[in-house]
């Protein structure tokens, strides 16, 4: 009867293989964090080249001073607000580099968590080939044990 394989490190796997899955969530977070601060910081560079097209227009012709202040002012808001987002990503850019390793450490973790249960997997299957032919060595002895005494009787 060939006995059921059983890893005895199953729990750590399991919980490795947990880990992993929470270290891949951090990480999307972060990605999908990382890609919205992109965004944003496109879209103030557009609403600062706008206004700078909005200068630029306003200064052909009669010049109307507070309209330029105006535009002066939302272009250096926009500035600073994109500054703002600069550093802000450069904090994420450090928090998904340490994501990743954190992510890759819990990789190979669960690596070689799961060598170890094929090892293991692969000793069991030996084992029970092993005593699977042990079993069949047996039964052929005892045939052959049973067939002689009838050879010499006939």
């Excluded at 964090?33 to 992109?38: C, G, P």
């Excluded at 249960?117 to 030996?126: I, L």
């Amino acid at each position: 009867m060939t006995r059921p394989f059983t890893f005895r490190y199953q729990p750590m796997l399991t919980k490795a293989r947990a880990d992993e899955r929470a270290r891949q969530r951090d990480m999307a977070v972060l990605i999908r964090k990382r890609i919205e601060m992109h965004e944003a910081l496109r879209s103030k560079q557009e609403s600062l080249s706008t206004s700078k097209r909005a200068l630029a227009d306003a200064l052909t012709g009669r010049v109307d001073l507070s309209s330029v202040g105006a535009v002066a002012r939302f272009g250096a808001g926009v500035e600073a607000d994109g500054h703002a987002v600069v550093r802000e990503l450069a904090v994420v850019e450090r928090q998904v580099v340490e994501a990743r390793e954190r992510l890759l450490v819990a990789t190979r973790q669960r690596r070689s968590l799961e060598r170890l249960e094929e090892k293991g997997r692969e000793q069991w299957r030996r084992d029970n080939r092993r005593e699977d032919q042990q079993r069949c060595d047996e039964a052929g002895q005892v045939l052959y044990a049973n067939r002689e005494p009838q050879r010499r009787a006939a």
